[in-house]
């Protein structure tokens, strides 16, 4: 018999989605589940010849991610009602073009952890596909209604990370044997799986001060320009500045005086180390970064304003509701917050010890149940295009 295929649907605006795709990926494979795993992302379906970047020069992904390094999210809000009624308005061929992928890729399971189109997905699969499961891992702390990741008509199966998002989905009307509820975020086991270091030896291999309290600063692969505003309203406080991608930004940061002793580093697939480093983290409230400083037991300095993107605005309330941190109104009052932290730190980190997020683990037993309850509706397996089929007791509402 042939090893279930499982097909995990992502894009790349942002990082966190390809992110987490390859979390549940690892986790899959460590759970012994056999099954083989297919990244698939979205964007190469939805336009497999490459038209949009033969057209404009780029990816649709990397204009999004060049505005969140240059902080340009004022009025996204807006935009992505925009992008919304676009996926409305060009929803039935949408749907042709992905019936037609899926029956060339023929997977077992969907597992979508994008937003906005898991309408789209679900009905194109649900039409070439009948019976294959389809599951929606949100990789956001809670749903930004309306259409964004719960779609409350369409009997999806919803992985939620919080018990705000399930709530959401109650709310919604959704099954409640379609919600399937974790302890968390879906983050990278490497989170877990940190082995024991002598801190400060490594922290005065790397030039930094072994005792002096340390701010691991960090906005994604890509950086964010306010990092340098960060920097220059620390000049006392020793920091790690992790810039990803961006060189120009590194050798910007790199360049500015300082009195505390200073990390700038490039891009670094082992964040979970240099966070062993640090004592606190300074940077964005996405729901990836937040959770992975709090599963090292960093209390977080997050912002929250006109410019935080509106799927992250509960981040900041999930902060303040677990104790595990300080929401300031703005990065120019950096070193208010700081101080702040310096002060509640034992506390603050006392909260982030007792956050158990244990996503990673729980998901790839979730995923076996849903796809155990479609095999026992249809019990010779899903099945495929041209093939006889009962009426799909799984869109039964």
């Not at 599951?135 to 930004?144: I, S």
């Not at 709310?171 to 919600?179: F, K, M, P, Q, V």
Request: proline share 7%; glycine share 8%; net charge positive.
């Amino acid at each position: 018999m042939s090893a279930v295929v499982v097909d995990l649907v992502y894009f790349n605006a942002g990082g966190g989605h390809r992110a987490s795709a390859l979390a549940l990926e690892a986790a899959i494979a460590r759970a012994g589940l056999g099954w083989q795993v297919r990244l698939v992302n979205l964007r190469e379906m939805l336009d497999p010849k490459d038209g949009f970047r033969k057209l404009t020069g780029m990816d649709p992904e990397d204009f999004y991610n060049k505005r969140l390094a240059r902080g340009w999210t004022v009025g996204l809000a807006q935009e992505l009602k925009l992008l919304q009624g676009l996926i409305r308005w060009g929803h039935a061929p949408l749907v042709r073009q992905l019936q037609r992928a899926w029956l060339e890729r023929e997977p077992d399971m969907v597992v979508s952890l994008i937003p906005n189109f898991n309408r789209v997905l679900y009905e194109s699969l649900a039409a070439s596909l009948p019976g294959v499961p389809y599951v929606t891992v949100l990789t956001d702390m809670a749903d930004y209604p309306p259409h964004f990741w719960m779609e409350p008509d369409l009997p999806i199966h919803l992985v939620c990370g919080s018990g705000r998002a399930v709530a959401q989905a109650h709310a919604a009307g959704h099954a409640l044997s379609h919600i399937h509820a974790t302890s968390g975020m879906l983050i990278r086991t490497g989170f877990y799986d940190v082995a024991a270091i002598d801190r400060a030896a490594e922290r005065k291999r790397l030039g930094l001060d072994p005792h002096r309290p340390t701010g691991l600063v960090l906005f994604g692969g890509q950086g964010s320009k306010v990092m340098l505003n960060i920097a220059r309203r620390l000049p006392d406080t020793q920091l790690i500045l992790a810039c990803g991608h961006n060189a120009a930004l590194a050798r910007s940061l790199k360049a500015l005086p300082a009195s505390a002793p200073r990390l700038v580093l490039g891009f670094t697939p082992d964040v979970a180390h240099y966070m062993q480093l640090a004592d606190f983290f300074i940077g964005k409230p996405g729901p990836g970064s937040v959770s992975e400083a709090v599963q090292m037991k960093l209390p977080v300095i997050v912002v929250r304003n006109r410019y935080t993107l509106p799927q992250e605005r509960y981040n900041t309330q999930w902060v303040r509701e677990q104790g595990a941190g300080i929401v300031s109104p703005s990065y120019s009052r950096v070193d208010e917050a700081v101080a702040q932290m310096l002060q509640r730190l034992p506390q603050l980190r006392a909260a982030t010890a007792g956050v158990r997020n244990r996503a990673v683990f729980e998901l790839p037993e979730i995923l076996r149940g849903i796809l155990g309850d479609a095999t026992e509706r249809f019990s010779d397996g899903p099945l495929r295009a041209g093939e006889e089929w009962p009426a799909p007791s799984h869109l039964d509402r």
